[in-house]
């Protein structure tokens, strides 16, 4: 937890330079869907995951707000060679930092930049574990994209996002290979106005 807190303070907007009456602090969790995507096109099997995390929003005026956020999230694919079944589970500590437009009815559309910061890689095939971490990259850059509602009487909203690696996320393979996920969940935000 401690390593989420200070990710979140390092961020470009982090807490203590920020209004404390315009900034807000939430928490967000939900469901993944993300396949590894390779130059050759060659795409697996999507892998479902899930993500967890902080989350931060900052109004810039009525219809702008910045919103970085510091998330788990479980990520990978499947793939199927002769018959046998692959999975390759990798699992990254996220930090985008979005630009929000707010329209008045609770509705949100974002994008922005997102830097991944790989945890763990691990291949599992015919019940046999590998630990492939020194496989990959230890960071990755992506932009996201997105939508999201609030209710603003509960505080209580939805999201919904796509992440785009845009980095090769291969450390030692000779082709390039890149993240390619959805994302789907709720978020609440303490104090919000």
Known sequence: MKFFLLAFAATPLG???????HFNIGIKGG????????ENSSIGEPLIGFHVGLIGHYHLNN????APEVVFSTQGTK???????????LNYVNVPLLLQYMFDN???????PQAGFLMSAKSNS?????????DFQALEFGGVFGASY??????????????????????????????RGIQVGLFYLFNHN
């Open 15 to 21: 807490i203590n330079t920020l209004d404390a009456q």
């Open 31 to 38: 469901v993944n869907l993300y396949n590894i995507v390779n």
């Open 63 to 66: 219809q702008f707000a910045i």
């Open 79 to 89: 793939t199927s060679n002769n018959g046998v079944e692959s999975q390759l589970s």
């Open 106 to 112: 609770g509705f949100r559309i974002f994008t922005g």
């Open 126 to 134: 015919n019940n046999s574990e590998v630990d492939r971490t020194n």
């Open 150 to 179: 609030i209710n603003p009487e509960s505080n209580f909203g939805f999201d919904a996002r796509y992440n785009l690696g845009l980095t090769d996320i291969n450390e030692v393979a000779a082709g390039s290979s890149f993240n």
